[in-house]
């Protein structure tokens, strides 16, 4: 099954340096084989993070996206100081990608520094969520 993640840099106050996030995507790259899925892209901003995956039928997305957020956040710390307070925000978003569009997910993802010199994190978060028919609090988004 191919999902699509979306997850947040905790309340904004460590963003993710432009020169880490290749290594970082190598990362949790690493992270999502260990679960026996298979990375196609990921690609984010300094505040957020996209990931394209083709999850194991052996694990649940709760699980997979636990590993990656725990062990990415621990590992970031290791680059220095400026890390020292890093963490993602405790939720996440998934969606699962039908066949016929992971080419324009995976684009989409590629494309995502473009994308947000015309939308923010937020409204393309709400976007999503209201497109899927999620129902959400706005109080519990940015937590």
Known sequence: M???????VKNNECLIRHEDEK????????LIKLSHSIPVIMNGTDN??????IMSKNISLSHLLEEIKTNSSRWIKTLGPHYREFA??????GYSVSHS????????IENQKEHHKMQTF????????KENNVDYN??????
């Open 88 to 93: 993602w925000q405790g939720g996440y978003a």
């Open 122 to 129: 937020q409204d393309e978060y709400i976007q999503f969520l």
């Open 48 to 53: 957020h993070v996209h990931v394209l995956c």
């Open 101 to 108: 569009r992971v080419e324009a997910v995976r684009i989409y």
């Open 2 to 8: 191919y999902v699509h993640a979306i997850f947040h």
């Open 23 to 30: 290594e970082l995507y190598a990362y949790m790259g690493g």
């Open 138 to 143: 706005p109080d519990y988004l940015w937590t």
